[in-house]
């Protein structure tokens, strides 16, 4: 039987990686594994507890809140804010970011972007959601409160970066640019034990994840991409397979494991795409780097975009790392 370590023990054990570290990144990490425990208890009785269905408000996407989402967000910025890592948050469920404003908040040196319930819409019919983070380390000083610079910094700047998806089983997966590492949670003890160390994307997949729904809204490059997929070449393993969860946590995490290619272009609903680039393209683009993949808008790697506000959205495109070349030679041709 494999040695069982949990996901505390091997925050302790990577944390001798970094000869400065001072646990402050540890203890960030805990807070936000406390709050996935709470979540997943309520996701896994919202068929039961009158918290389903939306809670009649939008958020700042215009997008209908769902009770599950807001109480996600509360969770999670109640567990971070407790144990005074970071000096402020950015949510998707926030129209702004949130102030942190005690004394040991201000000297925090960390700042969180998160998307605390993903594919929210998804929860009334019990498919997969997922929560997305993201930390920085802030620019402004130690002893104020954080400032919007703090959060609009490139991708390739995150300190770590991970989701936790609340599946057939709960799994938190996540990076500190090390290498990409799953934990599986039992919920009979308590604890996330380490299930998938060292995560690699296969270099060449199988898999091609878009809504096609869109089909007629994409840029040509797409949709030649998706004729690519389709054709009759057994030699080289096409067609491939289409799947699609409409859950970017879940869909992410199959092709991480299994290989291919997630797709969200822009497209005439979403002229920049439909993801956010602070709080889910960015860190999925760090994982999927860290697991030996690419992450692209189609024109430049999405870790080097340099943010302009809080929710702006990216065309995104991510996995293996030769189906990503492959697109963008699609993307990049004209004929
Ligand atoms: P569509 C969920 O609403 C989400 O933000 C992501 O989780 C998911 O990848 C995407 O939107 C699905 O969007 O337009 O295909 O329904």
């Known amino acids: 039987m494999k040695p069982l370590k949990t996901l505390d023990e091997f925050i302790i054990d990577r944390q001798h990686d970094f000869p400065h570290a001072t646990g402050e990144l540890s203890t960030l990490l805990g807070s936000i594994k406390l709050a996935a425990q709470i979540v997943n208890r309520e996701i896994n009785k919202a068929g039961l507890a009158d918290i389903l269905g939306s809670h009649g408000r939008t958020n700042v996407q215009g997008e209908e809140q769902q009770k599950l989402d807001l109480f996600a967000n509360e969770t999670f910025k109640a567990a971070m804010e407790a144990r005074d890592q970071i000096c402020g948050i950015a949510s998707e469920e926030e129209d702004e970011i949130v102030i942190f404003d005690s004394p040991r908040s201000r000297r925090a040196k960390y700042v969180v972007a998160m998307d ?37 910094q490139p ?115 979403y002229p920049r795409g439909k ?15 860290q697991a030996g993949g690419r992450a692209t808008d189609g024109e430049r790697r999405i870790l080097e975009i340099p943010p302009e506000s809080l929710h702006q959205r990216s065309p995104f495109f991510a996995g293996s790392g030769s189906m990503v070349k492959m697109l963008e030679n699609y993307l990049f041709s004209s004929e």
């Open 275 to 289: 993801l956010r680039l602070l709080y889910e393209c960015n860190p999925m683009a760090f994982l999927a780097e």
């Open 116 to 152: 605390p319930l993903d594919g929210s819409s998804n929860i009334d019919v019990n498919v997969s959601v997922g929560t997305i983070f993201s930390i920085y380390r802030r620019l402004s000083k130690p002893g104020t409160i954080p400032i919007l610079e703090d959060f609009l």
């Open 155 to 269: 991708g390739e700047r995150q300190v770590a970066a991970g989701y936790i998806l609340y599946g057939s089983s709960t799994m938190l997966v996540y990076s500190t640019g090390n290498g990409v590492h799953g934990f599986t949670y039992d919920p009979s003890i308590g604890v996330f034990c380490l299930s998938h160390e060292q995560i690699r994307i296969p270099k060449q997949g199988k898999i091609y994840s878009i809504n096609e729904g869109n089909y007629l809204h994409f840029p040509e490059g797409v949709k030649r991409y998706i004729k690519y997929c389709q054709e009759i070449v057994p030699e080289e393993g096409r067609p491939y397979t289409s799947r699609y969860i409409g859950s970017l946590v879940a869909d992410i995490h199959r092709n991480l494991l299994k290989g291919g290619l997630f797709l969200y272009p822009s497209s005439s609903p």
